[in-house]
């Protein structure tokens, strides 16, 4: 059983530049999410997705952010014209029922 | 509104010690779980301990037991024999499962040190 995992590790980029992230789920759970967390707090939720549907989308989630899960498998999160407020961790996590299990994260820093 | 509330910002014990984390909670549903993640110092997240609401007895996994008290909706851990390993952010989560939303709902942290 090989947990979550995430590409790439870090990512450093120059405000305005597009970033894509990407997330492989543990096999066989259909549940998939995106939580960002910044220094020192709790994750905050993104959105979830149950096989490949989009089914919940959290309001902090701008237009500049969207995810897809094109066949249930993988998922990407991209951020277009990043701003420095979107330096983070952005974490993903998968379940088969109701235990969540989180990747080692993503951490991206805007300059 | 489902809340989840932690009210020690941060606490430190010897090692060896035993060390109780606090954790309240609210919210209308019958059916829910509640989790205690772990996220040592940048590494990632790791469950700890889950319990169901439905159950009465409180979950244990190895040096780890909660005291649930649903009436109270207090979700407390206890860690025994602390471990300098023990050291890390420790985040208490409610889950409602059912319906189209299973997102987490997290307190906001306990930082806990291990001192030698």
């Known amino acids: 059983d090989t947990g979550v995992s995430q590409d790439p590790r870090h990512k450093i980029t120059k405000r305005g530049q597009n970033v894509t992230f990407r997330c492989d789920p543990i096999s066989e759970h259909n549940r998939l999410y995106w939580y960002r967390q910044t220094l020192g707090q709790g994750p905050e939720f993104l959105t979830y997705f149950q096989n490949e549907a989009q089914l919940e989308k959290s309001r902090l989630l701008s237009d500049r952010f969207s995810a897809e899960r094109p066949k249930g498998s993988f998922s990407t999160l991209e951020i277009q014209r990043t701003e420095q407020g979107d330096s983070a961790m952005y974490l993903c996590?998968?379940?088969?029922?109701?235990?969540?299990?989180f990747g080692p994260g993503t951490r991206l820093t805007v300059l | 509104a489902q809340t989840v509330t932690q009210s020690q910002p941060e606490m430190s014990v010897q090692e060896a010690e035993t060390v109780t984390l606090s954790c309240t909670y609210d919210t209308s549903e019958s059916n829910y779980y509640l989790f205690w993640y772990k996220q040592p110092p940048s590494r990632q997240m790791i469950l700890v301990i889950r319990q169901e609401a439905y159950k009465q007895q409180n979950a244990t996994e190895n040096r780890f037991s909660v005291n649930f008290q649903k009436a109270a909706k207090s979700f407390s851990l206890k860690i025994s024999d602390s471990q300098l390993g023990d050291t890390a952010m420790y985040f208490c989560?409610?889950?409602?499962?059912?319906?189209?939303?299973?997102?987490?709902?997290w307190g906001a942290g306990t930082k806990l040190i291990i001192k030698p």
């Open positions: 996590a998968s379940s088969r029922v109701n235990e969540q299990f």
């Open positions: 989560a409610l889950l409602h499962p059912g319906g189209s939303n299973y997102q987490l709902i």
